[in-house]
């Protein structure tokens, strides 16, 4: 069992930055995959980013790559979203998930809102 508590959402401006925090209690946390999801008002969830047990491979959907950038640390039960160069359509509730493989997860956190003015 995996518990995810994100943190770090908020207001921000176009163009402006936030980085998402995900805090895990798991012993064997660096054991597991680890991947961001965001659901925009009216949307269905979508993939956003994931990255793999041993932060070897990381994954970025089309509409963030190169402005959003994915780590861990596995010594502080960690996960991370840095996000630059925010959009309008970046706003959403952005999710941390766990699971034994990139595309398979199987624990999410409850969300943090992230709202990206124009």
């Known amino acids: 069992q995996v518990q995810l508590v994100e943190s770090g959402g908020g207001l921000v401006q176009v163009g402006g930055s936030l980085r998402l925090s995900c805090a895990a209690s798991?012993?064997?946390?660096?054991?597991?995959?680890l991947g961001w999801f965001r659901q925009a008002p009216g949307k269905e969830r979508e993939f956003v980013a994931a990255?793999?047990?041993?932060?070897?491979?990381?994954y970025y959907a089309d509409s963030v790559k190169d402005r959003f950038t994915m780590s861990r640390d596995n010594a502080k039960n960690m996960v991370y979203l840095q996000m630059n160069s925010l959009r309008p359509e970046d706003t959403a509730v952005y999710y941390c998930?766990?699971?034994?493989?990139?595309?398979?997860?199987?624990?999410w956190g409850k969300g943090t809102l992230v709202t990206v003015s124009s």
């Open positions: 998930a766990a699971g034994p493989t990139t595309s398979g997860m199987d624990y």
């Open positions: 990255q793999s047990w041993n932060g070897v491979s990381t």
């Open positions: 798991a012993a064997t946390f660096s054991n597991y995959a």
